[in-house]
Structures are given as C-alpha cells and as structure tokens.
C-alpha cells in the first residue's frame, strides 16, 4: 500500500516491528497499539485522524492462534486471551473505524478483516482458534449490513473471497 501511495497506519503490539516495515516511509506511522486494550484502540485512532484527518481502509488482521487443545482441555483463561485478540480486538478497531468513517466527509470506507479458511474447515485441536475465525464472519456480515445505505463502511472477509491453506 505504501507503494502505491497509500498513507498507512502500521499498529502492534512490538514498536520495533513497526517501525522496520514502515521502513523509515514517510508515508508510514507506525503506532504500538494492543488492541484488547480499549484505550489503545481509541489512541491509535485519534493519532490517525489528528494526522491524517481520516480513515480510509481499516485492514484487521491481529490474530494468535492460541492453544492447541480440544474443547475439554483448554482453561478458560487460554479462551479467553484467544478471543480477546481474535474477535474482541477486531470489533473495537472495527468500532473506532466505522465511528471515523461516518462523521468524515465524504462518508464512507472499507473493513477488510481477515479470516480464516479455519472457520469453515477447521484442524483438529483448534477449537478457539476455529470459533474467533468463524465468528470474524458474522462480524463482518452485520458491519455491512448495519453500513448500508449510510455511505458508511463496508466489510469483507479474506476468508469469503480468497481461502488460505
């Protein structure tokens, strides 16, 4: 995207990473951001608007496998620490996003949050993992849904329209 001329927006958790694939771009500002962390997400949106006045395209794709266990055998705190980044950080990113990209003018973007091929063909011993990609989908369907009409954001999966292996 930097190479097309894209002002972009690089958030995660590891500041460094960040700033070796923004690659001194000055197009590129990178953002250390947890995205589990409500505060972190209202942040790195202010400091994309306050830069760059809006936001165009938001790209979800924090994720972490989390335990390799049957649902018998993982604790809830794995659980919980799968869909807290999985699903949870995607909804308050996708939250800031649509706030953002209603109240700019003109209206309007793209969600692109990024499934998983696991949500419809899952591997043994994945079971957090599978559920937080299966439900990247309804997220995504109800973004859309609830954006039509407003020249607000539409949402589309990765794993709708291109499967991984």
């Known amino acids: 995207m930097l190479a097309d001329g894209y002002r972009v927006v690089l958030a995660g958790r590891r500041e460094s990473q960040l700033l070796e694939t923004g690659a001194g ?27 760059w006045g809006r936001v165009d395209v938001l ?14 055998e993982i604790s809830l705190a794995d659980w919980d620490a799968t869909v807290s980044v999985n699903l949870t950080g995607s909804m308050l990113c996708a939250a800031a996003a649509v ?39 309804g997220l995504t369907k109800s973004i859309e849904l609830d954006g039509r009409g407003l020249g607000s954001p539409a949402a589309r999966s990765t794993s709708a329209t291109r499967p991984r292996s």
Do not use: W
């Not at 790209?59 to 018998?72: E, I, K, L, T």
């Not at 003109?106 to 299966?134: C, D, E, L």
């Open 25 to 51: 771009h000055a197009q590129a500002l990178a953002v250390p951001c947890d995205v589990t962390v409500p505060d972190d997400v209202e942040r790195l949106f202010a400091e994309t608007l306050k830069l």
């Open 59 to 72: 790209f979800n794709n924090a994720g972490v496998f989390g335990p390799a266990a049957s649902v018998d």
């Open 99 to 137: 706030r953002a990209m209603k109240a700019q003018s003109p209206q309007g973007g793209r969600i692109i949050n990024n499934g998983s091929i696991a949500a419809h063909s899952p591997r043994p011993r994945t079971v957090a993992y599978t559920v937080t990609k299966h439900a990247m989908t």
